[in-house]
């Protein structure tokens, strides 16, 4: 018998909250770091309505000033005992040519409670239900980026839903920094491509297009730079950048002077559902979260979060 993770309320009242600390505090004996447990909070501000109807028409949106600063400290704090750490699925993304480090590890929150709490305790997965105009929201991971200042490794184009056994449009990500980030070296993002159809994805660390996809390459989005609509986003902590999962974005190599530390965590909505294609390479989930394809995505490894408040008063 498959195991379900419970249903997690939205923050509208306080037993709903005292529920959601009762779990988090059953399931984090699995979590390795010994980190004080930071403060819930919501977002700074409300998401306002051009902000959303951004996101839809282009792919991307940057909200400012929506997370709170002590949880900016907490999770900079955690990133540098992550990085002291690595898991499984860490890797060195970048030149071995004595440049700057270009690090990348995935599914932290199963390993450190700092991150299995911003999950759960952060403002994030309320902003990824605003920005999505979804009644539910689940967690789906997290992915941690380091580019350190040097690192001459650029981040290729690409979209991120090819990489994963999710369908719907419900999907995107938060990408939330913990430096400021100058708009040269941020992340880069094709306007409008959320709307593409899919393409092949390939390895960051060589280049390799995945086997047996049947999906095209993507187009050349470097050498025609000019064809398109670019949007990138100078950024301060507190800031955070959401996107759709199937926009082409990329990033440049970090010619700053200053750490590109971030971390991405990737929510769905609604209409998303577990996919798996028949044949090829597919790189998240990391293990089998158990769901049956064409399912919800509601299960231990991907739990529901966070849901609309109009949506928790009625279950």
């Known amino acids: 018998k498959r195991a379900r993770w419970p249903m997690l309320g939205a923050r509208v009242s306080s037993s709903s909250s005292l529920c959601t600390r009762r779990l988090f505090r059953r399931y984090s004996h699995q979590a390795t770091s010994a980190m004080p447990t930071p403060p819930r909070a919501e977002p700074l501000r409300p998401i306002r309505e051009e902000e959303v109807r951004a996101y839809e028409v282009d792919g991307v949106v940057c909200l400012r000033q929506v997370f709170p600063e002590e949880w900016i400290r907490f999770m900079s704090e ?25 690090f990348g590890d995935l599914d932290i ?14 403002p994030a ?33 690409h979209q991120d839903q090819p990489y994963w056994a999710v369908s719907g449009r419900q999907v995107c990500s938060i990408w939330l920094p913990f430096d400021p980030v100058a708009q040269h070296v941020s992340v880069e993002f094709v306007k409008g491509s959320h709307a593409w159809p899919e393409f092949n994805p390939y390895h960051f660390a060589d280049g390799r297009p995945y086997e047996n996809t049947g999906l095209p390459p993507l187009p050349d989005i470097e050498n025609s730079r000019e064809e398109h ?64 394809p064409g399912a919800r995505m509601d299960c231990e490894d991907f739990p529901v979060v966070w849901k609309a408040a109009t949506r928790a008063q009625e279950a």
């Not at 997965?125 to 967690?139: D, K, L, S, T």
């Not at 909505?269 to 998240?284: F, K, T």
Request: hydrophobic share 40%.
């Open 109 to 122: 929150n199963r390993r450190h409670q700092a991150f299995r709490s911003f999950v759960f305790n952060s």
């Open 125 to 157: 997965a309320a902003i990824a239900g605003a920005v999505m105009r979804a009644g539910q929201v689940n967690f789906f991971y997290d992915h941690l980026l380091v580019k350190e200042p040097g690192a001459t490794k650029r981040t290729p184009w």
């Open 229 to 292: 609509d670019i949007a990138t986003f100078a950024t301060n902590p507190g800031d955070c950048v959401v996107f759709q999962a199937m926009i082409v974005h990329g990033a440049p190599p970090n010619r700053s002077a200053h750490r590109r530390r971030a971390l991405a965590t990737r929510w769905t909505g609604d209409d998303a559902r577990y996919r798996v294609r028949s044949s090829g390479e597919m790189a998240i989930p990391t293990r089998d979260p158990g769901l049956e």
């Open 78 to 102: 955690a990133v540098e005992m992550a990085m002291a750490d690595p898991g499984p699925h860490a890797e060195e993304y970048g030149a071995n040519d004595g440049s700057g480090r270009f």
